[in-house]
């Protein structure tokens, strides 16, 4: 396989760890947003959000809520901004699931989630996109 965090699994590629259990690693990111940025990976493979068993989620979203913990104790940070990048669309660079945890300091000029992308869509239609939406659960 050609995934780089799957090299990083297999000890192939080096990283700074800070934590691995039985299903999920932990490591620096090696190109930072700010100090103490955190990837959180399953072990097992899976592109994109959408591809991952529920017990695998599970399994990573217990291991993301430790090491977030984790990473804003030990750097000191007043919260942080945790999310993934779903899909090349939405920046997704490595296709492997993966969980940003991305410690945020009160004044460090950041902004919310919301601030990735602000396109101000017409709200007129709500009702129907909402059903457009209730109509995909049948073909999921």
Do not use: W
Not at 48 to 68: C, G, H, P, W, Y
Not at 69 to 77: F, H, L, Q, S, Y
Not at 84 to 98: D, F, M, R, S, Y
């Amino acid at each position: 396989m050609d995934c780089i965090f799957c090299k990083i699994i297999s000890g192939d590629i080096p990283a700074k760890i800070v934590y691995e259990d039985a299903t999920s690693i932990a490591f620096l990111d090696i190109t930072p947003c700010a100090k103490g940025h955190t990837v959180v990976i399953p072990k097992k493979h899976y592109d994109t959000f959408q591809d991952i068993d529920e017990n695998a989620v599970r399994d990573l979203f217990t291991s993301v809520k430790m090491v977030a913990k984790a990473v804003e104790k030990g750097t000191g940070a007043d919260g942080s901004n945790i999310g993934l990048n779903n899909k090349k669309a939405a920046g997704q660079e490595v296709p492997h699931i993966h969980i940003h945890i991305i410690p945020r300091y009160e004044g460090d000029g950041g902004g919310a989630i919301q601030s990735i992308i602000n396109t101000h869509p017409n709200t007129d239609n709500l009702d129907d996109l909402k059903e457009k939406i209730k109509y995909c659960f049948k073909k999921i």
